[in-house]
């Protein structure tokens, strides 16, 4: 009996779906906590048009070097609280 395998490229775009969820998930979760209502309103908006404007890209490379990308940023943004709550 002999068992198909299926290819790691076919079950790709379903997680790399995911991983940009979770990316505009955190980034949210981290905006929420900005202090300042009209910065939050803005980092929310800009958040919202970046996924909106790359929600086509198909290129699997293009997609993780977005997700790269955002991750920087988001780490860029938590910084940035941090340092303002100290």
Known sequence: MTTSRRPAALFSPF???QQVLLLYRRILQTIRQVPNDSDRKYLKDW???EFKRNKSATEEDTIRMMITQ???QLKELEKTLA???S
């Open 83 to 85: 340092l303002a709550k």
């Open 47 to 49: 958040a919202r048009e």
């Open 15 to 17: 997680i790399r779906r």
């Open 70 to 72: 955002g991750n920087m």
